[in-house]
Structure formats: C-alpha cells, structure tokens
C-alpha cells in the first residue's frame, strides 16, 4: 500500500491502512515524510502520533534504503514482520517514470508463497478412552490371574504381559473414536434433513412444477431453521466452556481457521517434503540436535558430585505398599490420550484397586534389579508450533510423551523428601504450589525492595535454544 505525499495526514486517512494491516500481513510505502516530521515528541498531540503509535501497535518494521539529492530519507518502507524475510528494497536507476531528485526510485520484491494447507498425519484408527465402560473393565481386570507376571523374573517380561493383558481387554471394553462431524454441530437429524432437501431438489430439477418446488421449500427451509438452532447451541456451548477453559481458544480459532495438523508442505533449511514420511524424517533431524550422545567420563562425575554434602540421598527403597501405589495414581493428571505403551492415565485412575498389586510388583523388580524396562524406555514426540513460518520445521519444538508416569512419581516423591533439605528455597521450579508466577511475585518483591534501599540490581536471563519438554501420558 501506496501514500502518496499528496495526501494530507489526517485521522480519517490513516485509520484505513491501520485497520487492513490488523487483518493481513502488509508492506507500507509511506511516501514523502521527512524524518524531522516522525520524530515526534509523546507530549504531541499532532495526528501523526496516532500514524506511528498504530505502526507500533501492528509491529511494522521501518526500512530506509534510499537517499535523495540532499542525502535525507523522505520515502518510509514499513513491512510487517512475518513478511519481512520475503521483502527485498533496493534502489533501482530502471525508472518507469520521470525520476525525482527528491524521491528515488525503489524497487520492492515480495515473494509470494502458496496459501497452506493442513492435513492430518494420524489417520490410524484410535480408541476413544472417553466413553470407555470402565465398570466392566474393572471387573476383567478382577478375574485376570496375576500369578504368572509375579513368577517372571526378568523385568521386561512382566512390563510385556502387564501391557498385553490390558490392551487385549481394551479391544472389548473400549470404542473406537467417532469420526469429526462436519460441520461441528452436526447430528443424524440434521444429516437426515439435508438427504431430504437434496432428494427434493432432485426432485423439482427433473420435474418442474409447483407441487416439486413447493416440496423443495419445505425441506429446504425446515433443514435450515433446524440447522440454526443447531448452531445457536453450538456457540453458546463454546462461549461457555471458553470461559471455564480458556486454554481451548486457540484450539477454536484453528478450527475456524482449518489449521488443524501440519501444512502439506514442509522445509527445514532446503530440504523439502510433502508426504507423512518425509515430513517426519525432517522433525526427527530437527529434534535429534537437542540430544548429545557425548559419553560422561567417570571422572567427570566424580568431579560433578564433589560438592554434594555426604548422605544427601540417604534413601532405600525396597517396595511400594498398594497405598503408596493409589497415593501416586491420585496425582496422575487425568487424560485419555495413550502414551507410548497404548495405556493412559485415565485408565491407571479408573481401575487403581484392580491393577495395583501388579504394578507395585513390576515397581519393585525394578528396582530391585536396578534395571528399567525396555519397554518403557520409548517415547512419542509431537511438534509443537512455536512462532514464524508454520511450514518451517525448525519453529517447532518437540514434546515428549512417557510411559511409567507412575513409577516416576513414587521415585519422584522420595527422592524428594531426600533432597529437600538441600534445595534453595528460592527454588520455584519442581516444587508444589510454585511456578513462574510465584518467582516473579518474589522477584518483584525483591527488585522493589532494593529500589527503596538505593541498591543496584543486576539481572540476567538464560534460556535453551533448543529444548524437548515432557507432557505426561
């Protein structure tokens, strides 16, 4: 978008361009505007500080390229960031009209990229854990004799009959998930209604006359006002739980949007893919480059551990109680997403009283052994979108989903009660009843504090450039 010079700068002339840089992605040539003139001052209350506040608001970048006769910069370029990297200016002495001392010739390059489309890696049929029958998987899990999993003693061989027994018992107790209805608020009598208004529209096609087309009306405004009144629930619904859930916005903004997968095109540096295979093959390169095979050296341990205080992990833990076992599922987050082992959360809550004698006596073996299972040792990572380009798979991050959530907890809770003596209390991470918000409360707290005491304060930020985070199964 063009502003000429010619044109005066008022209120009413700026707010068209701001208002179209809220909706789309823009590039603004704002023509004929000496610096002196944008450099304003924040006690002006000249209109142009509602032109640069606005370009604040929508964060435009400013680019100058071009000097004039008088070596000053009156012509502005402003682009929106996320075409910033696909704009080039440059100053070009190929004019298509009469050049003016005043106003060089500039020549922009915008490289258009095709609109995005989304499709769905996970085509595989899943089981819905949400209208699980959860009675009568309690009273399988009753009747299944344990014997022959507490008489294996190799630790993989137990984890393996525990899991193949209940992922056979799911098969019966567990549906499969319903494909999405289209559109969301959809149901049979709606789908019936509108066979109904297509079969008579077929109708009054082939035999035009009053009685067809009065038929044709009659479906067709009953299949409308009842799809109305659908949707008038619909909404209603999601406005609702959108207020008890507010993190399920942005999923109903990307359904709005139709972005929900990942783009059927996607690059990582100049290699490109267009199949599920491929585009896997690039998130697996991206990922693999936040882990180090780098083997620690025993005297590198040695040297990590000199300074931890002696019997600082004075702890021995030989079995867990069916107690200790339903303590650990009370603080497993319900979801019915399955993890690597096909089994989640909502299953291990649901049925604790069945299932905990042979998890607290895979638990012990484990131990005991001082062996992990193989089994589960493997994880599902998923991209999750950071920013930018979402073609690009470097503005991913990958999110881990375990198995053994359980076990991790129980070890967890008393490696924690071990150490926790020796952790800082300014520690906010890791700990119960502390997060971000809590350590910027204290550190608010601080920063005020020293201000009135006249001290410096000093502050430094880390952070990983490339991190992989765990979200429990």
Known sequence: ????????????????????????????????????????????????????????????????????????????????????????????????????????????????????????????????????????????????????????????????????????????HVPVCRPRPSPPWSNNYLRYLKRKRANALKKFSNNRNLVTKRRFHHASSKYKSYNRGLYARYVTRKQSAMKKFPKRFWTFVSEKRKEAGLPSIMFLGDEYSTDADGTCNLFAKQFSRAFDETTVSQDQTDSAIRNVPRGALSMNINEFSDEDVMNGVRKLKSSTRPGPDGIPAIVLIKCARAIRGPLGSIFEKSLAQAVFPDRWKKSIMFPAFKKGDKRDVANYRGVTSLSAKLFEILVGDELFRSAKSYSSQ??????????????????????????????????VYTDLSSKVSIRQS
């Open 426 to 459: 300014d520690q906010h991470g890791f700990f119960s009843w502390r997060s971000t918000a809590t350590n910027l409360v204290q550190f608010t707290y601080m920063c005020l504090k020293s201000m009135e005491q006249g001290s410096q304060i000093d502050t």
């Open 1 to 172: 978008m063009l502003l000429p010079p010619c044109l005066m700068l008022s209120r009413r002339t700026i707010s068209v361009p701001i208002i179209f840089c809220l909706a789309i992605s823009i590039c603004l040539i704002y023509a004929g505007v000496p610096q002196a003139q944008v450099m304003l001052t924040p006690e002006s209350t000249s209109p142009s500080i509602t032109f640069i506040d606005s370009i604040s608001v929508v964060n435009l970048k400013q680019l100058n390229v071009a000097r004039n006769c008088l070596n000053r910069t009156l012509d502005l370029l402003f682009v929106s960031e996320d075409l910033l990297p696909m704009c080039t200016f440059v100053e070009t002495h190929e004019a298509l009209v009469p050049v003016d001392p005043l106003h060089p010739p500039i020549l922009a390059t915008l490289k258009c990229l095709p609109r995005m489309v989304f499709t769905e890696l996970n085509n595989h049929r899943r089981l819905d854990f949400s209208r699980a029958n959860y009675a009568q998987l309690n009273e399988a899990l009753l009747t299944v004799d344990w014997a022959t999993l507490y008489n294996l003693h190799d630790i993989d061989e137990p984890v393996q009959c525990f899991t193949t027994t209940l992922t056979q018992l799911f098969t019966e």
